[in-house]
Nanobody, 121 residues
């Protein structure tokens, strides 16, 4: 089970930190990812992190603005979002990576309800 939180309304240029707490499985053994979905659009890859935090991957649209991290002692993965833009407005989801290509949502499971991020201009 995955429970994301930390979303909200923020002005352009602002920051938010999303958290995703995992339960029911051995969190430290799995790579994790963040995706987002805006109204009328497909769910898209945002970032991924390997099980030990050793490697991180980002969509070009968020590179140098977002940072993914994890704390295995807390069963939590984070998404620090800086320099937010109105186009970052979306519902954000975390999920467990099951193998294959990181940017493909078909390779993830355990989608929770997500958290809404709204960036005003």
């Amino acid at each position: 089970q995955l429970q994301a939180s930390g979303g909200g309304l923020v002005q352009a240029g602002g920051s938010l930190r999303l958290s995703c707490v995992a339960s029911g499985y051995r969190f430290s053994h799995y790579d994790m990812g963040w995706f987002r979905q805006a109204p009328g659009k497909e769910r898209e890859f945002v970032a991924a992190i390997t099980y030990n935090g050793g490697s991180r991957y980002y969509a070009d649209s968020v590179k140098d603005r977002f940072t993914i991290s994890r704390d295995n002692a807390k069963n939590t993965v984070y998404l620090q979002m800086d320099s937010l833009k109105p186009e970052d407005t979306a519902h954000y989801y975390c999920a467990v990576f099951t193998g294959g290509r990181y940017f493909d949502r078909a390779n993830y499971r355990g989608w929770g309800p997500g958290t809404q991020v709204t960036v005003s201009s």
